[in-house]
């Protein structure tokens, strides 16, 4: 029997979560379509994400500081300070994203390089990675002016808006990529154009929502000291966090590209694929955001604890679901992407670990978006940096170069992180619950 608390989470947490998925989706469609057309091209594609989430760690890191701002201030009904917010953040993105976009304009080749990028496919990365660029600071934009829907709660509008951006960007790609009907076949290239046609007819709805909504008609985009003051208290720590796991990443990345170009195909395979229940799983940890957010004023202590174990059950009752679905059909999965049957004893390997990751990865995200709103982004960061930053890189290369484990060793290597971070993310809950519960009982007093 499903309880009010379970309905409203799951009316919030829902819409966000498939709408992660479906933003997955957007790059897997890419890499399925572009597989056709050999390794080489799978790893051209793939080696632009880590390049594309560094500058999507800074829009996203916004959002969710915008999203816990306009969380709050629905709870205390100030519905006229959303535009406020919106605008002088758009201000903040357009100078700092703008000036990053041009500087990975400029140097994508030495930065492609750098992340461990092969001769036999930088042609094609670079291709695919200049043009896929201007999308990408729209999806910035875009990302930040959605936030403003998330923080009201209205995730369901998110998620339509998203679709029909998907539904955009796979019809393009099919055209582009192979050339069907009177378009030209562009390859890689066609991957690119089909991104930035589905990023911007996502931005035109978005902005239709919120012009309809008259947000656009509150605040100025004149920054203030009590903005940034406020602003920066919460997007600090929030982006130290995902500064930090980019930066865990990056070098993950580079060092299990240094493997060869099949190692890394296989990687990037099974790192998409696990990216669909991650990007799920954000989208439960930004309903946790949200109902954290909307209930953090002490009054409401009884309600952030309901939506604290409803968030917990729910997330244990996806990632049981996730994991017998990926395990059981691991060499299938594996199969959709690559039809080389020489790849599929270790790619199915690789995604047996994507299954059993799916249990820490939920519970620690469903725990980071709690304790965010809770006001604990600098201690969320701080075992962020320890476990991603600096753990996983060291395990890594003992496991691929002292132990000569390969590929299996780089899976093992992000499955103790997100344990590690799981653990984490526990213990500080616990003692921000009883924190919370022992504050009520001397209010109650």
């Given at each position: ?27 897997n ?5 572009v ?56 201000v ?14 400029i ?9 461990g990028a ?7 990365a ?12 729209i999806?910035s934009v875009?990302?930040l ?25 796979v ?8 050339g ?19 990023t911007?007819?996502?931005?035109y ?35 130290s ?8 990443m990056v ?22 694929f ?14 946790s955001?949200?109902l954290?957010g ?7 202590q ?11 059950r729910?997330s244990?009752i996806?990632?049981?679901?996730v ?33 059993a990751?799916?249990?820490?990865e ?9 304790l ?43 499955a ?16 921000v ?13």
């Amino acid at each position: 029997m499903l309880t009010s608390y379970d309905k409203n989470y799951l009316r919030i947490g829902l819409p966000a979560a498939l709408e992660g998925v479906l933003m997955i989706f957007l790059s897997n469609a890419d890499i399925i379509m572009v597989g056709s057309l050999g390794t080489g091209a799978i790893a051209a594609v793939s080696i632009f994400s880590q390049p594309r989430m560094m500058l999507l760690t800074v829009a996203r890191s916004v959002a969710s500081a915008v999203t816990i701002l306009i969380a709050e201030r629905f709870g205390r009904d100030q519905h006229d300070a959303y535009g406020d917010i919106l605008k002088k953040t758009i201000v903040l993105v357009f100078v700092v994203l703008g000036l990053a976009h041009i500087g990975f304009f400029i140097y994508l080749d030495a930065i492609l390089l750098w992340m461990g990028a092969q001769q036999d496919y930088l042609s094609d990365a670079m291709i695919y990675g200049l043009w896929t660029l201007p999308a990408v600071f729209i999806t910035s934009v875009t990302t930040l002016m959605q936030a403003v829907m998330f923080g009201r709660g209205e995730s369901m509008r998110v998620l339509s808006i998203n679709i029909q951006g998907n539904v955009v960007n796979v019809i393009l790609n099919a055209l582009l990529i192979f050339g069907l009907g009177p378009f030209p076949q562009l390859g890689v290239l066609g991957a690119a154009l089909g991104t930035i046609g589905g990023t911007l007819w996502s931005t035109y709805l978005t902005l239709r929502v919120l012009y309809a909504w008259g947000i656009f008609a509150q605040g100025n985009y004149r920054l203030t000291r009590t903005y940034l003051r406020e602003f920066l208290s919460v997007f600090g720590g929030i982006f130290s966090e995902q500064g930090f796991e980019r930066i865990g990443m990056v070098v993950y990345t580079r060092m299990v590209a240094e493997l060869g170009t099949i190692p890394y195909a296989i990687h990037a395979i099974a790192m998409n694929f696990c990216d669909f229940y991650y990007s799920f799983c954000n989208g439960m940890g930004k309903a946790s955001t949200v109902l954290a957010g909307h209930n953090r004023d002490s009054h409401k202590q009884n309600e952030w604890r309901r939506y604290l174990w409803t968030g917990m059950r729910w997330s244990l009752i996806f990632s049981v679901i996730v994991f017998l679905i990926t395990f059981l059909l691991r060499e299938e999965i594996f199969a959709v992407y690559a039809r080389d049957a020489a790849l599929l004893p270790l790619g199915s390997l690789i995604i047996a670990y994507v299954a059993a990751v799916s249990f820490p990865e939920a519970y620690q995200m469903v725990c980071a978006g709690i304790l965010r709103a809770s006001g604990k982004t600098s201690q969320v960061a701080a075992y962020s940096f320890i476990s991603i930053t600096v753990l996983r890189p060291i395990i890594t290369y003992i496991f691929l170069y002292e132990c000569n484990m390969g590929l299996e060793g780089a899976w093992l290597s992000l499955a103790l992180d997100q344990s590690i971070r799981a653990i984490c993310a526990a213990i500080l809950l616990r003692k921000v619950y009883h924190e919370r519960n022992s504050t009520h009982a001397l209010n109650l007093c």
